[in-house]
């Protein structure tokens, strides 16, 4: 199984393009220890030549370009694409809006919870996503599915299960209280399978708290790619940027007793890996103190292009 990082940073990418904070202001004049990244997305293959997207960044077009092995294939007929299917794990427009980019009559399949496909067929721009050539399929909690592409079998199974997490921030109903409206599997992680190999990864590109049922889950895992937002809860709110803490957006942080340094410190998972890393974090500076405690934690910082064959 093959597994690349397409974008390692959450919502608004790194640097944002409104953002003047220290870490974007690093990167956009090129200082040492800063790497640009593209917004939150991973690509999955069990034999190099299909793959399945785990989310569509809107910087889905200038990822699969950056990334040989998803563009159309010189072999190929005059319209084709590697990307036979895309699993979304929220509705968050930094993992569905790049379903938009694609269009353009490619058959391939959207799998989603209800939840999240309720959102494309709520929205009208995405029927530019032809119903005859894009097939929505509903991915239940709990229960693993063999991954279809239009031409068949993909080789993997996914499972798709509940984290804790929060609606939409676009959803939010602020009339329902302190979850804004949140039901379960709003936000959820996946355990994804080759059979024939029998390996397993776990991507989890969202989640609010390590709680004791995502522990005993993911316990043992040869690798997860995990939520790396935030190091500190409040520090988009001490560095001005705004007024909500990670808790508040449906974040762990990476420190702290309550953060996710501590949650996977006794879980024995072999190689746990960062993304959806906001462009406020501090470990995107690789000569912070942060950096430093996330890596000697056993932690990885994902980056894009990073290519990882389990
Ligand atoms: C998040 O991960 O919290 C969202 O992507 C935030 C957003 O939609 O801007
Ligand atoms: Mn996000
Ligand atoms: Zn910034």
Redesign the pocket.
């Known amino acids: 199984m093959l597994i690349k990082v397409l974008g390692s940073a ?3 990418g790194f640097p944002q393009w409104n953002c003047n904070c220290r870490n974007c202001a690093d990167v956009r004049r090129g200082a040492s220890g800063f790497t640009a990244r593209t917004q939150s997305s991973l690509a999955v293959s069990s034999n190099g030549r299909d793959w399945v997207l785990l989310n569509a960044s809107p910087d889905l077009r200038q990822q699969i370009n950056a990334t040989p092995a998803l563009g159309s294939q010189a072999s190929g007929e005059l319209r084709n694409s590697p990307i036979k299917a895309a699993v979304l794990t929220n509705g ?3 993992h569905i809006s790049g379903l938009i980019n694609l269009r353009e009559m490619q058959p391939f399949l959207v799998y989603g919870s209800g939840r999240v496909l309720s959102v494309l067929s709520s929205n009208s721009i995405f029927k530019i996503l032809n119903a005859e050539m894009v097939q929505r399929r509903e991915l239940g909690l709990d229960a693993p599915v063999q991954l279809m592409g239009p031409g068949g079998d993909l080789g993997l199974t996914i499972e798709a299960f509940a984290v804790p997490g929060k609606v ?3 959803l939010e109903d602020t009339s329902k209280g302190a979850d804004f409206g949140t039901v379960e599997g709003d936000t959820i992680g996946l355990k994804i399978t080759a059979p024939e190999s029998d390996k397993t990864f776990y991507y989890i590109p ?1 989640c609010a708290d390590v709680d004791a049922r995502l522990s005993d889950r993911i316990r043992g895992a040869a690798l997860v790619f995990f939520d790396g ?1 935030l190091f500190t809860d409040d520090e988009m709110v001490k560095a001005g940027l705004m007024p909500k803490t990670g808790k508040r ?3 762990i942080s990476m420190s702290g007793s309550d953060g996710s340094i501590a949650a996977f410190a006794s879980l024995g998972v072999e190689r746990k890996v960062y993304v ?1 890393i906001n462009n406020s974090n501090p470990v995107l500076d690789e000569n912070s103190p942060q950096r430093k405690e996330a890596e000697d934690a056993g932690w990885e910082i994902g980056y894009d292009g990073m290519e990882i064959s389990l």
Request: net charge negative; aromatic share 6%.
């Open positions: 959450a919502g608004g968050d427009v930094d939409a921030l676009y969202g937002t957006m449906g974040h959806h």
